[in-house]
């Protein structure tokens, strides 16, 4: 059973076994509809299935709702069924371009723990071109990529916004399967979005002890 959202021309919300509901994007439609994305939901990006070892989501510059993006959870499907592809209890590996430093509960490991939420999420370093990537155990088929800035719904700042998804067998040759250019629901980025209050920022990183070394949670899980 299915129902059709507020953007009907670009959206499904589907009663499946993954996600309810699940924010279905479709980006070969027409690039004149805006795409809305939301930070406390699933948000699906599809397209026709192919075979890949690295999933690559690349967010582009300037492509956050507010400042570094996050997300909470990077999810990878295939054609053949429910199961998540890129977690890591399956043996998948997860590297990005960066991540911000100093604050343990944004490390890249939590892009596919298959926890959700605020304090099991990442952050990347900056604001420029940023990615986060899934290096599947073997080469499978893949159609769908799902992602949420925090799906338990207490923070809706930096949610991804323009981003494109890239399929790979060797993490070097790269083709881009999906492309969209959207932007977050309203009050996902604060007073920006027309009066909604300013949300607060991710609570700050904890002090550190007097002597003891600084906690990075990102320099292992980094790719050139």
């Known amino acids: 059973m299915a129902r059709t959202c507020r953007n009907v021309a670009r959206y499904s919300c589907w009663f499946c076994c993954l996600c309810c509901p699940c924010y279905l994007l479709t980006p070969a439609l027409a690039a004149d509809l805006p795409i809305t994305i939301h930070p406390d939901h699933p948000n699906a990006v599809t397209f026709s299935g192919e075979e890949a070892r690295f999933v690559r989501f690349v967010i582009a510059p300037g492509g956050s709702s507010s400042s570094e993006p996050c997300i909470d959870e990077l999810e990878v499907y295939g054609p053949a069924g429910p199961a998540n592809l890129a977690v890591a209890g399956g043996g998948a590996r997860v590297t990005a371009s960066s991540c911000l430093g100093g604050y343990p509960q944004h490390a890249i490991p939590h892009l596919n723990d298959g926890l959700y939420g605020n304090d099991r999420s990442w952050i990347a370093a900056g604001t420029g071109e940023e990615w986060a990537q899934i290096e599947l155990p073997a080469p499978s088929m893949v159609s769908k990529v799902v992602f949420s800035r925090d799906r338990l719904g207490r923070y809706a700042d930096r949610v991804p916004v323009a981003f494109e998804v890239r399929l790979s067998m060797d993490g070097e040759r790269w083709k881009t399967v999906a492309k969209v250019r959207g932007r977050a629901a309203a009050g ?20 550190p002890l007097r002597g003891a070394p600084a906690i990075e949670a990102c320099a292992p899980e980094l790719l050139p």
């Open 188 to 207: 996902a980025t604060g007073a920006a979005t027309g009066g909604a209050p300013a949300l607060p920022a991710p609570p700050p990183p904890p002090a």
